[in-house]
């Protein structure tokens, strides 16, 4: 750690002679040392995932050395993580709890919003209070004093983090115990996203996948290739959680309607849309969508916009939101739903 921040101040994004050796030691003898301790972290080794990134052709300005599990945190750009990381002007490196704070777009990296990493923190902290009440070295913001927008980046996606100055760096039994304390406060998190239906901040499980999988068509890969997660950023749906959520938002919506007077007939399966409704000789046509998100944001195919538009102004669209899904049993089934009243004769656009 201490060679790192002395030649920090030689920064530049050329592989000169000292960002070689700044690169030998982040991802390589860093690293190295944190795997030989994955017993102490109680950790299995196929489990403990170390990394460390000082930048792939240019150098950045804040090198980071990670420690995640392989599972919840496949990518540095996805779900949450320990990390060393060394301040631009080497005075101090954070070993920080924090986030994935880029997405990859397939070309190049993109900074993730400030207020969306903001609101995951939020979430987190009250689940780690207790814990954090027995230290009182912890920090809830980080000055990398970096000058480019990466490396000011990781301010906003830090949770907690311990501040090691240049000139006072522990010995190897702090630093380690520090760091048992960090995954325990990492292993936390990861038991508590497995049962929270969305995670604010984070991008709708059906948004995340068709993000996903027009990246695919697209021919884009994440960096390594790493697999979608199972949590994260967002959470990935399996057929039966989705199926799960797609009866209990039409019998929702169904409800809804027959309570204004509507006949609710469920065309979902033979139509472009899924309710039929009909009160007198009025007709109307209702898409539903289910999502255990917000609701802020949802997919519409292309087809489904265009038969709206044939529609419009006898057609609604339903958003049941904030779905809460049970997955204690065999089956996934939903626990608590809320449905925003229908835009009813509006137009709708696509996502």
């Given at each position: ?5 002395d ?5 530049t ?24 301790h994955?017993?102490?972290?109680g ?9 460390g ?17 392989r ?25 920080s ?35 954090m ?13 970096a ?6 980046g ?5 949770v907690v ?5 240049r000139?006072?760096?522990p010995?190897?039994?702090v ?9 325990g ?36 890969r994440t960096?390594?290739?790493?697999k979608?997660?199972?949590s994260?950023?967002g ?24 309570a ?44 489904e916009?265009?038969?709206q ?13 904030s ?8 089956e ?18 696509e996502?």
């Amino acid at each position: 750690m201490s060679k790192v921040m002395d030649l920090q101040p030689s920064w530049t994004s050329k592989n000169t002679a000292e960002m070689q050796d700044r690169g030998v030691i982040i991802r390589q003898e860093l690293p190295a040392s944190l795997r030989a301790h994955a017993a102490a972290l109680g950790t299995a080794p196929d489990e403990l995932g170390v990394e460390g990134r000082d930048g792939t052709g240019l150098k950045t300005e804040v090198p980071w050395v990670r420690v995640f599990r392989r599972e919840q945190s496949p990518s540095a750009t996805t779900g949450w993580y320990v990390v060393y990381l060394f301040s631009g002007s080497g005075q101090r490196v954070y070993l920080s709890l924090n986030q994935g704070t880029t997405i990859w777009t397939g070309g190049d990296y993109k900074a993730r919003k400030a207020e969306d990493l903001r609101a995951r923190v939020g979430w987190a902290r009250p689940l780690l209070t207790e814990a954090m009440a027995t230290r009182q070295d912890l920090h809830q913001t980080i000055q990398l004093d970096a000058k480019t927008p990466l490396g000011r980046g990781y301010g906003p996606g830090n949770v907690v983090a311990i501040a090691y100055e240049r000139d006072n760096i522990p010995g190897r039994d702090v630093l380690l115990a520090d760091l048992l304390f960090m995954t325990g406060l990492l292993g936390t998190l990861y038991e508590k996203e497995r049962f929270a239906p969305h995670i604010p901040g984070g991008s709708a499980p059906e948004v995340l996948e068709a993000e996903q999988s027009a990246a695919r068509t697209a021919g884009r890969r994440t960096p390594g290739g790493t697999k979608p997660p199972r949590s994260g950023q967002g959470f990935l749906l399996t057929a039966s959680e989705r199926k799960a959520i797609e009866f209990h938002s039409v019998r929702m919506a169904t409800e809804y309607f027959k309570a204004q007077g509507w006949s609710v007939k469920d065309v979902g399966a033979k139509e472009s849309f899924d309710l039929l409704l009909s009160r007198g000789d009025e007709r109307c046509r209702a898409e539903v969508k289910g999502t255990t998100s917000a609701g802020t944001e949802v997919i519409l195919t292309r087809v489904e916009v265009q038969k709206q538009r044939t529609y419009y102004p006898h057609n609604a669209l339903v958003v049941v939101h904030s779905i809460k899904l049970d997955r204690t049993g065999d089956e996934p089934l939903p626990a608590v739903a809320s449905c925003t009243a229908p835009a009813h004769g509006s137009s709708t656009t696509e996502t």
